[in-house]
T-cell receptor, first 114, second 112 residues
Framework: EPEVTQTPSHQVTQMGQEVILRCVPI?????FYWYRQILGQKVEFLVS????????KSEIFDDQFSVERPDGSNFTLKIRSTKLEDSAMYFC????????????FGPGTRLTVT | GQNIDQPTEMTATEGAIVQINCTYQ??????LFWYQQHAGEAPTFLSY????GLEEKGRFSSFLSRSKGYSYLLLKELQMKDSASYLC?????????????FGTGTLLAVQP
């Protein structure tokens, strides 16, 4: 069964550094998402991406964050100048269409900012 | 604002039935989803309701009442492996956005 993959599984970085989280969505999917989950808290929407542009972003997704689809398979989340409060599990998800009822989630990248 | 409420924790016995409730108040509504999440893992899709009524899928069923802003997930013949968090999520609009708004999740402990 096709699946969303994410690398790395765990990233440790120092405060102020930049990190890039990578995702490979399911190959025929057209809509891509990033969510985050701070330990013990709920899953929060960050951004949705379609047709090579952001379709919606939350208030969390400020200028510190950016997304890119650099080639036909990867979808990346860049976090500049990381802060302690950016420590969380970051999930990538994809769906076939915008109205597809199922979003498939990747296994997540645990980001730890020290 | 967007608000989705679920009980924080529930306990049930192996072989029994458990119902996990979810109430929501969102600016729009275009479907309600239930996901299962084991500790440290990704959410996995369980069910979807967009019209009122009951959707059955094996041991799992989900119910929706749009007028009441209410849903429940029913798990039958509980197994130990069903111990997990169950996340209620609302899609507030369709189209290119398709974002999911999640509740805090209900941690279900299944005991022998």
């Amino acid at each position: 069964e096709p699946e969303v993959t994410q690398t790395p599984s765990h990233q440790v970085t120092q405060m102020g550094q930049e990190v890039i989280l990578r995702c490979v969505p399911i190959s025929n999917h057209l809509y891509f998402y990033w969510y985050r989950q701070i330990l013990g808290q709920k899953v929060e929407f960050l951004v949705s991406f379609y047709n090579n542009e952001i379709s919606e972003k939350s208030e969390i997704f400020d200028d510190q964050f950016s997304v890119e689809r650099p080639d036909g398979s990867n979808f990346t989340l860049k976090i500049r100048s990381t802060k302690l409060e950016d420590s969380a599990m970051y999930f990538c998800a994809s769906s076939l269409t915008g109205d597809a009822y199922e979003q498939y989630f990747g296994p997540g990248t645990r980001l730890t900012v020290t | 604002g967007q608000n989705i409420d679920q009980p924080t924790e529930m306990t049930a016995t192996e072989g029994a039935i458990v119902q996990i409730n979810c109430t929501y108040q969102t600016s729009g509504f275009n479907g309600l989803f239930w996901y299962q999440q084991h500790a440290g893992e990704a959410p996995t899709f369980l069910s979807y309701n967009v019209l009122d009524g009951l959707e059955e899928k094996g041991r799992f069923s989900s119910f929706l009442s749009r007028s009441k802003g209410y849903s429940y997930l029913l798990l039958k013949e509980l197994q130990m492996k069903d111990s997990a968090s169950y996340l209620c999520a609302v899609r507030d609009k369709g189209g290119a956005t398709n974002k999911l708004i999640f509740g805090t999740g209900t941690l279900l402990a299944v005991q022998p």
